[in-house]
């Protein structure tokens, strides 16, 4: 899934939260741009909750 938000200044901000939660290459593809986050057979349930749960703080408090 990849995601845009409103401003570019907002997904650096987004990619620099997300690296001190210690999640990590969720910069969307150089040609693209956006957020991507993908969910792959090796990504276990707990990280997926820990990406979900910094994704809805954000969201409140931006």
């Known amino acids: 899934m990849t ?3 409103p401003t ?3 997904e650096d901000k987004f990619i620099a939260d997300a690296k001190k939660e210690g999640l ?3 910069k969307g593809h150089r040609s693209v741009g ?3 986050f993908s969910i792959y ?3 276990s349930l707990d990280d997926i909750k820990k990406t979900v749960d910094f ?3 954000f969201r409140k408090a931006n």
């Open 41 to 43: 057979n090796a990504v």
């Open 34 to 36: 956006g957020i991507r």
């Open 55 to 57: 994704m809805e703080r």
């Open 24 to 26: 990590i290459g969720m």
């Open 8 to 10: 570019e200044a907002l």
């Open 3 to 5: 995601m845009r938000l």
